[in-house]
């Protein structure tokens, strides 16, 4: 039981780089993955139309509950236990993955009340799963909603701007200020560094770099598509990258 969640600027390959998890891990392992996106992209990067497949999304079932649209027999339950009931609604359940989307964000009025009870069903919920996989919204403010109170690994994955080495560096330390558990902070370069630059990371964060991911016409044209990365043939460029960056964690870790 691990988790991992992804950070960084928008558009900065986060969600390409949690699919890409997601493919790597899936052969050997269970995975649980959770987009917090409000944008909802990765179950359509992995292939997954969660309208279609008529599976809410958390914060749909979170104002259903508040305005009392519950079956009747759940009427009489306090907020929670009804919120534990519907989350079945919820759960995508895959080929080797579930998945589920915590949606649009909550109103103010709301905010601290859900989260808190995702963070106790989130723990619960990922036991059952070799791999928790966590997309996260560009920016930092999701950090705030604090959906999950301890991580295994937290990926930055850094564009070449210095606006992407100041985030990266502010993500640390508001996770540190939350109180957000983690044992380890990568940084990654994503595909549109070039092979040199990425060596500056680590000298400018001071966090562990572990490589780079390579630029991927073919993942280019698989989103453009709508097509799953889940497919991706495995020589992919940005696959392998994705591969090497795993294999490297893990070389370390035999290492220690
Ligand atoms: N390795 C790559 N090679 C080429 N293009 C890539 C690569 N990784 C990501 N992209 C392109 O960059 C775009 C953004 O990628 P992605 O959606 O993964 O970023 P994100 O950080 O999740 O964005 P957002 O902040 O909007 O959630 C995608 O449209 C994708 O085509
Ligand atoms: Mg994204």
Redesign the pocket.
Known sequence: MKSIVST?R????????IALLAKYLRPKNSLLLIDA?P?E?LAEMIGVNLEKEKIKTISSVLFDIQKGEVPEELKSLPRPNQIEYMFHTCLYEGTGFDLFSLGTKWTVGCYCHPNNILRSIIPRLSINYDYTLIDS??GLEHLNRKVTSEVNDIFA?IDPSKKSFDNVKRAGRIAEEIGIKYNNFYAVA??RFSQEMGGLIEKKTGLRYLGK????KS??EY??NGKSLLDLPEDSP?FVSVKKIMEKIDQEKKEI
């Open positions: 960084g928008g558009g900065s390959g986060k969600t390409s780089f996106d944008d992209n919204p560009a994955i994503n595909y991911i390579n630029y991927d993942l280019e989103t453009f940005a």
